[in-house]
C-alpha cells in the first residue's frame, strides 16, 4: 500500500510542523508518511516542543527529527501549513491545507498543550481523509 506523502510547513521548522510530523507518524504512521520543514532553519527543536511531546505522547522529537528545509524533503502529496502568516512557496500536491495555528514559541505550557491537541484533532481529521 502507498501511504499518502504530507509535508507540514512553517517558517523555521522548530515548533508546529515538527509536532504535527511527530503525531503524524504516531497517529497516522500506517496510512502517512509525515515529513516537516521550512523556509528558513533554526538551528534547533524548541525545547518546550520537545519537553511537552515527550511528556504528553512518550515522543522524544530530538531523537527522530531535526530542521529541515523544503528543498530537503521528497514529493508530496499533501502540503499543510502551519498558519505562518508568510506566503509559502508553491510546492506542488495533490490537496493543500492551512491549519491557521497560532506559534506557541514563548508562551505558557497551557497554550502549547492547546496547539498539540489543536494538532492532532487535525491530524485526525486528515487521517480520516487518507
Not at 528558513?40 to 527529527?65: C, F, H, S, W
Not at 531535526?66 to 499543510?80: A, G, M, N, Q
Request: charged share 30%; hydrophobic share 35%; glycine share 4%.
Amino acid at each position: 500500500m502507498n501511504k499518502t506523502k504530507v509535508v507540514f510547513i512553517c517558517v523555521h521548522n522548530s515548533c508546529r510542523s515538527q509536532i504535527a510530523e511527530a503525531l503524524g507518524k504516531l497517529l497516522a504512521g500506517d496510512v502517512l508518511e509525515c515529513y516537516s520543514a521550512g523556509t528558513e532553519l533554526k538551528d534547533r527543536i524548541n525545547p518546550d516542543a520537545v519537553r511537552l511531546m515527550k511528556e504528553l505522547y512518550g515522543v522524544d522529537m530530538e531523537q527522530t527529527q531535526r530542521p529541515k528545509l523544503l528543498s530537503d524533503i521528497p514529493p508530496v502529496d499533501v502540503v499543510v501549513t502551519m498558519g505562518c502568516n508568510v506566503n509559502c512557496p508553491l510546492l506542488p500536491c495533490k490537496e493543500r491545507y492551512n491549519w491557521e495555528l497560532d506559534d506557541p514559541t514563548g508562551k505558557s505550557d497551557e497554550v502549547f498543550r492547546d496547539v498539540i491537541r489543536r494538532i492532532e484533532q487535525r491530524m485526525r481529521e486528515l487521517t480520516n481523509k487518507a
